[in-house]
């Protein structure tokens, strides 16, 4: 390390997520012009013999040394934070009388800008102490800062988004929930996400601080969300959505940002109807669709690249959760992308499969059950259900989540198709002798036994636990019947379903069938109406009540003629 990269080092405070290029050069500001005067101050370094150099190294290392030294004698408390905040106050008062007093004479005001700049980078040690947050809020630094965002100067802009990524550092907040608390209510009021947005429309991120800059910006948004997840519709609405979407879209090379926003779109779209709407108000679908039309044919270049293209998937199934949503995604093609990408056998498969279940499940799906159906998906569909690809559990998706999502999508159709469509649905059923229907029994023999061992663990567990004297309570029954569906207990409801549906689709063959192997193998009518009873009582998460007694009531008509 020469003399010049010692006097410019700073140690790296880290971002929330890292970037593949931290530990080069850091912020402009002082440092760069700092260089251009100590180069000035320090003796002509080719000019000298080898002993000289040595003896100026060790006494640059050794005054380096002292600075910190002195650094750490001063113990920082509430009063050494109250004067900081002070000082910082005092500064950025007079850089700006300075620069409205002489607006076109840089010289004037730029020494009062790196003054700035250094006061706050020395109020990053204030992050060690988040029981001391309300010192910023009190002595209105938290306004003096959420100001100097739209500094003319992007480097004092980007300073403060600095200082403000490791104040909401996540662990940081969780240290002081008080103080957290109460800087954050104070970031929300001088609305933040909105300062935020506008600085990150003016960085231009060919240049590297600036880039930072940005990066930095989405990890305060994710400080906060995650702190506070109620955060996210304000947020969104400040114009961080429609950045993100203009971002992502955005004709530039994949970099840690572009994959950083996609993150924070999923964050964003996470349980929220107000985020999923605005996206669909603002032809996000349409968004989404056109960049994950890239891995159609190809797949993603990097596990970084990879990590987006999930993201996205990810983005794209919460907003189908919105009925409103399906109908963007059936006017905008997306029924026949997802299908391409199941033909194309890319690595965007396994998540084109998810995203069809969303798009067709409940009665929301029934456009687009027939619309699948007119595009020849069956074609598709119907190979994947006769039998799992080993490149999906390649790909990290186990059977069971394949299963679960071709079983479900199948029972959408059965559950929404009318007319000449359900017939060609049904038909497949009949075809090479009913081997349809042999898998599906198959399926059905699989997860019973699967279900049946997890009941077995959970009723010894109950029994254990009554034996203690503890009390089951109906959380804990909920807690047990979630283990069961995980267990395999969804899939196999789905797989009753189908067989209770085509069972009275007055195609005798199919019914045959099902009857047949149930008897051949031990199974039991029974235990299936016991499984769709239970299926049914269940039903109506997030659904109407007028939804769910409907099909309540047609799900048990059905096994009045299983």
Same mark, same amino acid.
């Given at each position: %390390? ?124 204030? $992050? ?8 910023? @809020? ?38 002081? =929930? ?17 300062? +935020?947005?506008?600085? %990150?429309? #003016? ?22 969300? =995650? ?7 304000? $947020? ?29 779109? $999923? ?29 159609? #044919? ?17 983005? +794209?199934?919460?907003?189908? %959760? ?22 194309e056998k890319k690595m965007s498969r396994m998540s084109a499969l998810k995203v069809l279940d969303h798009a067709m499940i409940g009665p929301e799906g029934s456009d687009n059950c027939h619309k699948f159906v007119d595009i020849l998906g069956l074609r598709t569909i119907y190979p994947l259900f006769m039998k799992t690809p080993k490149k999906m559990k390649k790909a990290g998706l186990?059977?069971?989540?394949? =299963? ?12 929404? +198709? ?20 042999? #898998? ?10 699967? @279900? ?6 959970? =009723? ?38 189908? %067989? ?20 051949? #193998? ?41």
């Open positions: %390390m020469d003399v010049g990269e010692l006097l410019s080092y700073q140690p790296d405070r880290g971002a929330k997520r890292p970037r593949d290029d931290d530990g080069e050069e850091e912020s402009r500001g002082r440092q760069r012009l700092q260089m251009g005067k100590d180069s000035a101050r320090l003796p002509d370094v080719d000019n000298l013999d080898n002993d000289d150099v040595v003896t100026d190294k060790k006494k640059v290392l050794e005054k380096l040394m002292e600075n910190e030294e002195d650094q750490e004698a001063e113990p920082v408390d509430e009063s050494s934070v109250k004067k900081m905040i002070l000082t910082f106050e005092k500064r950025s008062y007079k850089n700006q009388e300075l620069r409205i007093k002489f607006p076109d004479n840089p010289e004037k005001f730029m020494e009062a800008e790196l003054d700035l700049n250094d006061i706050i980078q020395e109020m990053h040690v204030i $992050a060690t102490m988040p029981d001391l947050y309300h010192l910023l @809020v009190e002595l209105n630094a938290v306004h003096s800062l959420l100001g100097l965002l739209s500094h003319e100067n992007t480097d004092v802009a980007i300073a403060v988004v600095d200082l403000l990524q490791e104040l909401t550092d996540i662990d940081t907040l969780h240290e002081s =929930e008080e103080g957290a608390e109460v800087l954050i209510d104070a970031l929300l009021e001088g609305q933040v996400v909105a300062l +935020l947005v506008q600085n %990150m429309e #003016r960085l231009d991120e060919q240049v590297k601080e600036e880039a930072d800059g940005v990066y930095n910006t989405l990890a305060i948004v994710e400080n906060m969300a =995650e702190f506070r997840p109620g955060m996210c519709t304000e $947020a969104s609405q400040q114009g961080l959505m429609q950045w993100l979407l203009k971002r992502i879209k955005a004709k530039m090379p994949f970099d840690a940002n572009k994959l950083y926003c996609s993150e924070i779109l $999923a964050i964003l779209l996470q349980n929220n109807d107000g985020t999923r709407e605005l996206l669909g108000e603002l032809d996000g679908i349409d968004v989404l669709l056109q960049q994950l039309s890239v891995f159609k #044919r190809h797949n993603p270049a990097t596990a970084e690249e990879q990590e987006m293209m999930e993201n996205l998937f990810d983005s +794209l199934c919460s907003c189908l %959760m919105l009925g409103a949503n399906r109908d963007r995604f059936l006017k905008g093609e997306g029924l026949q992308l997802m299908n391409l990408m199941l033909r186990s059977d069971k989540e394949h =299963e679960e999502h071709v079983c479900s999508i199948i029972a959408s159709m059965l559950r929404n +198709l009318k007319g000449q469509q359900r017939t060609r649905l049904l038909s497949k059923f009949t075809e090479n002798d009913c081997e349809k229907v042999d #898998r599906l029994m198959e399926l059905h023999f699989k997860y019973l036994e699967a @279900v049946q061992l997890a009941d077995k663990n959970i =009723e010894g567990e109950k029994h254990d636990m009554v034996r203690r004297g503890e009390i089951i309570d109906d959380a804990m029954e909920d807690e047990f019947y979630l283990r069961r569906l995980d267990s395999g207990l969804f899939v196999l409801q789905l797989v009753c379903y189908i %067989m209770v549906e085509i069972s009275n689709a007055n195609i005798p063959q199919l019914q045959q069938r099902v009857h047949q192997i149930l008897n051949l #193998r031990g199974g039991s009518v029974k235990v299936v109406r016991h499984i769709m009873r239970e299926y049914a009582e269940n039903l109506g998460d997030g659904k109407s009540d007028e939804f769910k007694e409907s099909e309540q009531k047609r799900i048990l008509e059905l096994l009045e003629t299983f």
